[in-house]
């Protein structure tokens, strides 16, 4: 059975047990946030623990997009962002913008980690369950390779992350396990949280991201932005 729906001034047949009255592939929702500049949206890493990015710069802008998870979700973040998924059968896709300097001998990583359960247990190392969105706990540029290797290195950090891709991380280890709910994003709706971390492969360098600490104390006037789609499965 099939229904049809408006789209781009046409209609359009979908089967109406698809779980969704999109097309596959169309942009239910999408969310914007600018992190504004300032201390607030100053991360300096020099460490190979994954470190969360700051975005609580000046003059911060947001459409569709909360920041601060704290009160919301078990153990809350105030730099995690929320976007509220209003389809069951659709998928996130997080885009990334971030102005980022490195120096030293060493590469950089980063990746973006989700969850769902606001009110979540933690697992078994007592840790909260953090599903990394590429599948890997590294992120997809491993410890190193985002921002060059090797060499100072300017510029900006950009990727996009799909919910679709941490399935693939818990499948691949433990697909009926206790946890493995926590992996899979597609077909739950409410709130979702999304926090950005990033690490050094090893201490012969410092990371920074957004606004730059210069030697006087100011900081450079340097905006990072996130986008956030919402799409049909």
């Known amino acids: 059975m099939s229904i049809k729906i408006r789209q ?3 209609w359009v047949e979908v089967a109406s047990g698809s779980g969704s009255p999109y097309p596959s592939g169309q942009i239910i929702k999408t969310g914007s946030y600018s992190t504004g500049y300032g201390a607030g949206n100053s ?5 190979t623990n994954y470190t969360t990015v700051k975005l609580d710069g000046n003059r911060q802008t947001a459409f569709n997009i909360t920041r601060g998870s ?3 979700f078990d153990f809350g973040n ?6 509220n998924k209003i389809s069951n059968n659709s998928d996130l896709e997080v885009t990334i913008y971030f102005p980022a300097y490195m120096s030293g001998n060493t590469g950089c990583g980063i990746r973006c980690v989700g969850r769902w359960n606001q009110d979540q247990e933690t697992d078994y190392n ?7 969105l590429s599948s890997l706990n590294e992120g997809p540029f491993d410890a190193w390779g985002a921002h060059g290797y090797g060499t100072a290195a300017a510029g900006a ?3 996009s992350w799909n919910t679709r891709e941490a399935e693939m991380g818990y499948s691949l280890s433990n697909p009926d ?3 493995a709910a926590e992996y899979k994003f597609w077909d739950k709706t409410g ?6 971390e990033a690490a050094m492969y090893n201490t012969n360098g410092t990371l920074y991201i957004g606004s730059y600490d210069n030697a006087d104390g100011s900081y450079s006037e340097m905006i990072g932005k996130v986008i956030v789609r919402e799409i049909a499965r």
């Open 177 to 179: 396990g206790l946890y």
């Open 70 to 72: 704290n009160g919301v």
């Open 191 to 196: 709130l979702i949280e999304l926090k950005f």
């Open 8 to 10: 781009d001034g046409q």
């Open 126 to 132: 007592g840790s909260n369950i953090w599903a990394p």
């Open 78 to 83: 105030s730099e995690a962002l929320m976007f």
């Open 157 to 159: 950090m950009i990727y």
């Open 43 to 47: 991360t300096v890493i020099n460490s």
